[in-house]
Structures are given as C-alpha cells and as structure tokens.
C-alpha cells in the first residue's frame, strides 16, 4: 500500500515540476520577444497578432499610426503657434487647427480602440525637435516657418488620408473620407495665408 502512494506521489512531483519548466520557458521565451520586438509603442506591440485578431488589414493599421503622429503634430505645433505667431491670421488659423485636429485625434482613437490597433501617444524624437526649436522662433519669421510646414504637412496628409480611404474596413474609409474634407479645407486656408505673408 505504502508502495503505491509511494509512486503516486512520485508521479505527481514529476508532473508539477515538467509544468514549472514549461512556465518558466514560456515566461523567458515572452521576454526575450519582447525586448528583440522593434514594434513597440510605450511598452506594447503595435504589429502583429493583434492586427489579425480584429480583422483590420497591415495597411489599415499602419494608416491609424500615421495619423496618429500626425494629428498629435497638428496640436502641439498649434499650440505654440497660438503663443509665437505675430500675424492675426496665423494664430486664427492655428485656434483652427488646434480645435479640429483636438477632435480629430479623439475620434482615430476611439477608433483604434475599437479596432484593438495601438497607436502612438507622443511624438517621434525627431518630431519633438522641431516643435522645440519653433518654441524659439517669433514674429514674422515663425509665421512663414509654420505656415511653409502647414502646407507641406497637409500635401502630405492629404495624399495618406486618400490612401485611407481605399481600405476595405468600411469604419476606417468613413473616418478618413470625412476627416480629408477637412484637411483640404485646412490646407486650402493655408496656402492662402502663405501667398498673403509678407
């Protein structure tokens, strides 16, 4: 009888110990992904299992991020252009662009959101360098500056947004088709300022 509880107990030491292993591989296997994974945004991945889980294709996700950086671009540059800009236009135009772009933002993350895509919170480094050297710019000089970069961000917003739009995600087409109409109208407002800059 001892014999037999014996090799019973026998058998369930090995067991628990084989699944301790297998824990401890998996653990160690989940952080070494992790540190190698070159897609990371604040300590999460922002490619891979999760695109495929919600249906929304590489090219959609991939939109999302772009906007994302791009709208957060729009505000913070805004932001300063409301306290540098010596122009009566440029700072309208900026109290523009901050509030409709404030919306915008908010609308491609209950978005992304939904679409269980993670999408950037703040800017790349390089992007945070120029807004802190346009911080020291004033008068006419940081009006031509941001209106010069108001136009080409639009240009190249624009032509992302039209890319938007070909997605087959019928949610991520009505987002960008309604947003573009008011990208033009920004980057319209802009070359307008521009030609009329001194």
Not at 6 to 26: E, N, R
Not at 156 to 183: C, H, P, Q, R, Y
Request: glycine residues 6%; charged residues 25%; hydrophobic residues 40%.
């Amino acid at each position: 009888m001892s014999n037999k509880f014996l090799y019973v107990t026998a058998i369930a030491l090995a067991v628990s110990f084989t699944a301790c292993q297998t824990a401890d591989k998996k653990s160690s296997t989940t952080k070494d992904s992790v540190a190698g994974d070159t897609n990371m945004v604040n300590g999460n991945h922002v490619a891979g299992s999760e695109v495929i889980e919600t249906g929304l294709d590489e090219a959609g996700a991939t939109f999302l991020r772009k906007a994302a950086v791009g709208g957060i671009m729009e505000v913070e540059a805004a932001k300063i252009a409301m306290k540098n800009a010596s122009n009566q236009k440029v700072k309208d135009f900026a109290a523009k662009m901050l509030t409709d772009h404030t919306q915008a933002n908010k609308e491609l993350k209950a978005l992304a959101t939904d679409k269980k895509i993670i999408t950037p919170d703040a800017l790349p480094a390089e992007d945070q360098i120029h807004l802190d050297e346009m911080k020291k710019m004033t008068g006419s000089s940081f009006d031509k500056h941001y209106m010069d970069m108001m136009v080409t961000d639009h240009q190249k917003t624009i032509s992302l947004f039209k890319d938007g739009m070909e997605n087959k995600d019928a949610k991520l087409k009505e987002w960008a088709g309604k947003t573009l109409t008011v990208i033009e109208g920004h980057d319209q407002a802009a070359k307008e300022i521009v030609t009329n800059l001194k």
